[in-house]
């Protein structure tokens, strides 16, 4: 199974701030078709998961900007510009090239 | 808009089977998009279980394949999970999900807590 290495555990950030989370493979997430299939989502308290971005670095629909992705290959990085309120929770990464699907074991979001 | 949600008992007793349904609206099944089933354990861990697909094929984690089985009824637009000999291991909150591959898992279910107790 492909191993994805979630940094950090937990973060606390001020609003405006902002944060940084990396998400690393353990092995190369490009598929046949040249694609990398690598999501982010965010898991708010008492919400199911929801999706922020799919092929490293594209937004979900209604995603603010502040929100990008980044990265290629086993080395990922998910950036808040500025820290809102609303964007606390757990954020996970999530590979969909292998089987099976695996997930990081996610970074909890903390407003300070 | 798809909406997905997951309905089954909330206690299921050690050695027996966990059954969960996935009810969908909005769109069917047969349509397309990956209909999954995904865990997530006390303490964040997430786990994708499997899916079946719009065409009616499976795919499971091989960490489940023995227990697992996850199945269709195209009439009632709903998917079911199935996971045999459950243990306290398998206390959870279970989401079904539906993916497409290039832009991965858009609409989740609200999840449903299955605790394993005797």
């Known amino acids: 199974d492909v191993v994805m290495t979630q940094t950090p555990v937990s973060l606390s950030v001020a609003i405006g701030q902002p944060a940084s989370i990396s998400c690393k493979s353990s092995q190369s997430l490009v598929g046949t078709s040249g694609k990398t299939y690598l999501n982010w989502l965010l898991q708010r308290p008492g919400q199911s998961p929801k999706r922020l971005i799919y092929l490293v670095s594209k937004l979900d629909s209604g995603i603010p900007d502040r929100f990008s992705g980044s990265g290629s290959e086993t080395d990922f990085t998910l950036k808040i510009s500025r820290v809102e309120a609303d964007d606390l929770g757990v954020y996970y990464c999530l590979q969909g090239t292998h089987f099976p699907l695996t997930f990081g074991s996610g970074t909890k979001l903390e407003i300070k | 808009e798809i909406q997905l949600q997951e309905s089954g008992p909330g206690l299921v007793k050690p050695s027996q089977s966990l059954s969960l349904t996935c009810s969908v609206t909005g769109y069917t099944i047969t349509s397309g998009y990956d209909w999954s089933w995904i865990r997530k354990f006390p303490g964040n861990k997430m786990e994708w279980m499997g899916y079946?697909?719009?065409?009616?094929?499976?795919n499971y984690n091989p960490s489940l394949k023995s227990r697992i089985s996850i199945t269709r009824d195209t009439s009632k637009n709903q998917f079911f999970l199935q996971l045999n000999s459950v243990t306290t291991e398998d206390t959870a909150t279970y989401y079904c999900a539906s993916r497409t591959r290039l832009q991965g898992f858009a609409y989740w279910g609200q999840g449903t807590l299955v605790t394993v107790s005797s």
């Open positions: 079946i697909s719009y065409s009616g094929s499976t």
